[in-house]
């Protein structure tokens, strides 16, 4: 699969859902201005849909942001709090892509929609294989780009 307009395969078509118990959703905050903290969300779910072409797949994503677990209860309480995600008024964090590509073999680029605290923001694109992690990067609130 090289180009969106290539066909995929018959096999692959259909909506498959993302398995928490094989893949990652990780977390990279600012934290007291000093260093990047690394993390990950325990509770999310999703669904990648495979279309005839690249141009007609989505991947959808909701992220529980209450489900943060940097392995340092105070730390992550904080990351909870209106300093951070606002979990208690801002619960989910979503995204839904607005287009996927080919980067290379088994590899795909993916671009959309990130939602964090109410706030929209179209992100560049990400690219994704078969290690199945996705990078969510919080800073103060506000939505950061990963890294290149």
Known sequence: ?????????????????????????????????LSNVRGHFDTFSGAITVGQTL????????????????GVEMRDNHLRSADFMDVEHHPKITFHSTGVEAAGEERYRVRGDFTLRGEVEQRRPHTLGRERRLNVHLDSGHLTAPPS
């Open 55 to 70: 141009s007609e797949s989505t991947v959808d994503v909701e992220i529980d942001a209450a489900s943060i677990n940097t």
């Open 1 to 33: 699969m090289s180009t969106s307009a290539e066909t995929i395969p018959s096999e692959l078509v259909g909506t498959w859902d993302i398995d928490p118990n094989h893949s990652t959703l990780e977390a990279v905050a600012r934290y007291a201005m």
